[in-house]
């Protein structure tokens, strides 16, 4: 009987513990991810996008892991750049110049390494020179730099920066590099200590999203 006792004592610990592990790995809100301000399903068509600045350290070290990312979710990931200072806001009139000259609708690897370069190169350049080497990052790519581009063009891109700067302030976000996934949940990207655990979250929540609208 004693043994017997035993047997289930050890079955429902093993159970409890595999249940405190399952608790503790699931993304939990306002730790993991958070909610939106407001919605923005609306302008956001993809599923899952990154909000970045060309002028931020760490979207640098994230540009690394992207294609990491997208393939720990099985899916593309879109890309938002903010507008919420004057760096940023210059930043993204040249992010988007170069998306709206991809095939793709966002700048390729060897792209986005070129931009991030420029704006990340060691020693004090000016101005100037800074706007020069980004000029020249296009030239080398056979693309037009947005001093260059056509009134229709300016129009276009115009747009796109606007429609950014709509996003970012809607959903209020004032932090980056994070992911924004089906345009209501925010990942908490320090709340993570590594890759894999930013990539669970994302997969969390566009399966959460997708169950509620089942």
Known sequence: MKKIIKTFSLLFASLFLLTACSDNQTPQLNTHYSELANDVSDLVTQPV???????????????????????GIGQPIG??????????????????????????????????????????????????????????????RGMTSPYELSEAQQQQLFSQVHKAQQITGKAMINSVPTFVVNGKYMVITSAHNDLPSIISTINYLVKKDNANNV
């Open 49 to 71: 996008v990154e909000v970045f600045s060309l002028t931020c350290g760490h979207c640098l070290q994230m540009e690394k892991f992207i294609p990491e990312i997208e393939e």
């Open 79 to 140: 890309k938002i750049h903010v507008t919420f200072n004057e760096s940023a806001q210059a930043a993204a009139l040249f992010y988007y110049a170069a998306a709206m000259q991809s095939p793709s609708g966002k700048p390729d690897q060897g792209m986005m390494t070129a931009l991030f370069n420029v704006y990340h190169a060691s020693g004090d350049l000016s101005k100037e020179q800074t706007q020069q080497n980004l000029v020249s990052a296009f030239q080398a």
